[in-house]
């Protein structure tokens, strides 16, 4: 089965720690999480070479066990980086493959997939509902903007997120223990059943969905200018709408954003 990816980010290159790799027959999107305690390795960093590890597998073993390559990436990853489990960056992952049979996709974190008929989320992180993020949105909702008070309880969330990570009763995500790609989510399709998919970050489906911008069927046909448009225009209306983020509470102003879209060529 042969695919076509193309491609949006905001900030486009590597300003940002979003990441996008592509093979053959595979896309992998990867949104390094931001870190309000400063960190020894940058989630860029992190996002980079983990996702340099997927790819290579899946380049050179298309159909290799996807479970297994996330947790060997992850451990190569820390290894490389010298990561300590709980005191590392962290990223969400979505995989999706498509072999000649069936579409695969392996996800770990908020990112969203939707093919024809399903939107696919790893939700668990924000079914905690942790006191800090409530009360973080809660203020933003009554017009405190991003002050001193807002930026303490993104430090007390980061500590609690942290606690959470990658045990029971908390969430999973890739960050410095392997043992993660075990609790990751996956999916399996008829590849017949999926003529294209589409791949975002939170911090570009959120604000597409808010302003309505989230036609997916649409977005399947979009060329990469198109899907840079619809990124600028979340944008800017998070800078000249809502910059204190009243109307749509988010840990920041501006979130990195991404849009990948995957469509079968035969």
């Not at 340099?52 to 380049?59: C, I, Q, V």
């Not at 949105?137 to 606690?163: F, M």
């Not at 989230?214 to 198109?226: F, I, K, Q, T, V």
Request: hydrophobic share 40%.
């Amino acid at each position: 089965m042969r695919i076509r990816i193309t491609t949006a980010r905001l900030p486009p290159g590597n300003a940002g720690d979003d990441r996008v790799f592509t093979t053959e027959h595979a896309v992998v999107v990867l949104d390094g999480s931001s870190a309000f305690i400063p960190l020894d390795v940058p989630a860029s960093t992190y996002a980079d070479r983990l996702g340099g590890h997927l790819r290579d597998t899946l380049a050179t073993r298309p159909d290799a066990d996807l479970r297994a390559t996330l947790a060997d990436g992850i451990a190569a990853t820390a290894a490389e980086l010298g990561l300590v489990p709980g005191e590392s960056p962290s990223s969400t992952v979505t995989i999706l493959r498509a072999l000649d049979e069936r579409v695969d996709v392996l996800m770990l974190g908020d990112n969203l997939l939707v093919w024809p008929g399903e939107s696919l989320t790893d939700d668990r992180m924000d079914r905690l509902r942790v006191e800090p993020w409530l009360r973080y949105r809660e203020r933003l909702a009554a017009g405190t903007g991003y002050d001193t008070e807002h930026r303490r309880l993104l430090r007390e969330l980061h500590r609690e997120l942290t606690r959470l990570r990658n045990r029971d009763g908390g969430y999973w995500i890739a960050e410095a223990d392997p043992a993660a790609a075990a609790h990751a989510l996956g999916w399996s399709r008829d590849a017949g059943a999926v003529p294209w998919a589409v791949l975002a970050t939170d911090g570009a489906y959120r604000t597409m969905r808010h302003l309505g911008l989230d036609d997916w069927p649409e977005l399947a046909g979009a060329d990469s200018a198109a899907l840079a448009g619809v990124l600028d225009r979340c944008q800017r209306w998070e800078a000249d709408t809502d910059p204190d983020g009243a109307a749509l509470p988010r840990a920041k102003r501006h979130d990195d954003k991404t849009l990948a879209v995957v469509r079968r060529t035969r």
